[in-house]
């Protein structure tokens, strides 16, 4: 069982100065993950589950999923954080409650070892890589 997931801000400084490319454009999987929304700009930031939608063929909308979250080896669970930040560049990493068979505990998601780095693009210039290859000027960006 997936008991709580919380998020530990590290750092905070000044976004960084530089452009922002989006590599997002185009196809994924057919993964039906449990969406988590994270804003870093709050002094308090938590993880709040948002709705999703069902990429398995079906097309259907999904309702937020609230933890507790029951897991097992013939049933998983895909957890898809969304941080956002706008006017901080912020270090951070996410710790997971879990119990399982009369154990529990809490494991750390880390950028292997190292603290997830995300920074604000507000007033940035912002590209999105297109089909057929090249940059383009991201339309949906804030920059």
Do not use: K
Not at 43 to 58: I, L
Not at 60 to 83: G, K, N
Not at 115 to 130: I, L, N, Q
């Amino acid at each position: 069982m997936l008991r709580a997931l919380r998020v530990r801000v590290v750092e905070r400084r000044t976004p960084l100065p530089w452009n922002a490319y989006a590599m997002d454009a185009g196809c994924g999987g057919a993964l039906t993950p449990a969406v988590l929304a994270l804003n870093l700009d709050v002094p308090r930031p938590r993880v709040r589950p948002v709705g999703g939608y069902d990429a398995s063929g079906e097309g259907r909308e999904l309702p937020a999923r609230e933890f507790p979250l029951r897991v097992s080896r013939t049933d998983p669970e895909v957890l898809r954080v969304e941080a956002v930040a706008e006017d901080c560049d912020c270090d951070w990493y996410l710790e997971l409650d879990w119990t399982s068979q009369g154990r529990s505990g809490t494991y750390r998601i880390d950028d292997d070892g190292r603290p997830f780095r995300t920074s604000g693009t507000e007033g940035r210039p912002a590209y999105v890589h297109r089909d057929g290859g090249g940059w383009a000027p991201n339309p949906d960006a804030g920059g």
